[in-house]
């Protein structure tokens, strides 16, 4: 069995399960986000797990099977498809798999909770109708929510400790089977065309020094210059990445955590100004928010792009030269290793608060302390950060933590 099997049996679900549900309801247009292959037998079970382990990653995992989600989606006549579940045998399933379906669902519970064709499934964790008929293979599904959503929510709250949090960054930012260290320096060569010594050549404390050579030479005063020497900053791309692919650190463990307190404030528009290279972005993409990434730098900005889609992660983004940020519309921001690198961190600050609804939080990191091998750090004075709390914000982390904090828009 090779991929392409997989996928003629996950097209013939989706599309007989489209069928399905066009016969019986009106939901026409509702798009596909997850497909369950039921197996026949133990061996073919074992066929198609071992094949799809190539195309995808596992996300969860239950008795009955696990569901993986694809490194690739699969385009279906139902739209892109990423999260699939191969399903152990059982002989009461006489079926060939099911595909579950985006839509309003307590419409649609009202309209066909009581219709023969129809049964109403209460889990754990969610409650849905399932369709099916027995002129058909296939069942339709539809949940009051999404399966990505409490699939995602149950995987980011699950990382408890530092390690299972610092897993759950690499996983995220891994692109195929690569590690992560192998994921960043790829997208580094096949974007910047440079060969792989190249590269190496300008990551970690190698790249940290060329970035500080280029600063003095340059020596920026004013906003409007350390704008421009951030816009075409292309050395950033590789001296970040180095920086986002070490094993444990603190800073992304902290990220981390603040995903996770967004998860459980039920959060859903997030906002990472001086996004980078998007790291922050694709964590955010890939555990279901709906991701707006922000920067000055035009070079940051393009790259992210680039990098996101490669990802298939959806997201926004603003290039801050040319655009303002919307008013009140995120409720769950960071700005990590930022502000530091501002004129005026306060006014900064307030930009972003401005782009916060009520009761929305805000996550910074403040290393507002001099440091000779990075000279575009240009605020060392770390009571600037009690200003932060002038402008419509109250610190609700440790205020003993001079590093990271957490503010919250009042």
Not at 97 to 107: E, R, V
Not at 187 to 195: A, F, G
Not at 228 to 244: A, F, G, Q, V
Request: some cysteine; overall charge neutral; charged content about 30%.
């Amino acid at each position: 069995m090779i991929t392409e099997d997989i996928e003629k049996i996950i097209h013939h679900i989706v599309s007989q399960s489209t069928i399905l549900k066009n016969k019986y309801t009106n939901e026409t247009n509702a798009r596909v986000e997850f497909c369950d292959i039921f197996c026949d037998e133990d061996t073919e079970y074992l066929q198609l797990t071992e094949v799809i382990k190539k195309m995808g990653k596992i996300v969860y995992a239950v008795p009955t099977g696990k569901i993986y989600s694809l490194y690739k989606p699969i385009d279906t006549v139902a739209g892109k498809l990423r999260l699939v579940k191969i399903r152990k045998p059982d002989v009461k399933l006489r079926f060939r798999g099911d595909a579950d379906f985006n839509t309003d669902y307590p419409k649609l519970k009202r309209q066909y909770q009581n219709h023969p064709n129809f049964e109403l499934i209460i889990r754990e964790r969610f409650e849905m109708l399932r369709l099916s008929d027995p002129d058909f293979d296939v069942m339709t599904c539809f949940s009051n929510i999404p399966v990505k959503k409490w699939l995602f929510r149950d995987r980011a709250l699950s990382a408890k400790n530092d390690y299972q949090k610092w897993l759950l960054w690499d996983e995220s930012l891994r692109n195929g089977r690569a590690s992560l260290r192998e994921t960043l320096i790829r997208e580094n060569m096949d974007y910047l065309r440079w060969q792989r010594e190249k590269v190496l050549a300008y990551w970690g404390e190698k790249g940290t020094q060329k970035i500080k050579e280029k600063w003095e030479r340059e020596n920026p005063r004013t906003e409007q210059e350390i704008a421009h020497y951030y816009d075409t900053l292309e050395l950033y791309i590789p001296e970040l990445s180095s920086w986002h692919a070490m094993e444990k650190n603190i800073d992304f463990i902290k990220i981390v955590e603040f995903l996770q307190f967004a998860v459980k404030e039920n959060l859903t528009q997030y906002l990472d100004f001086g996004a980078g290279i998007g790291s922050n972005g694709l964590l955010f993409s890939r555990n279901d928010f709906n991701v707006t990434l922000a920067d000055i730098s035009g070079a940051m900005i393009n790259y992210a792009k680039w990098r996101l889609k490669r990802h298939g992660a959806p997201a926004r983004f603003i290039d801050l030269k040319i655009q303002g940020l919307p008013f009140e519309y995120f409720d769950c921001a960071t700005a990590i290793e930022v502000l530091e690198h501002a004129v005026d961190p306060v006014a900064l600050m307030k930009k972003i608060t401005d782009s916060l609804k009520r009761g929305g939080y805000v996550f910074v990191t403040t290393p507002f302390y001099h440091d000779p091998e990075r000279p575009q750090h240009i605020v060392n004075d770390i009571s600037i950060a009690r200003e932060f709390e002038k402008i419509g914000l109250r610190l609700i982390s440790d205020k003993n933590d001079d590093l990271y904090r957490v503010y919250k828009k009042i």
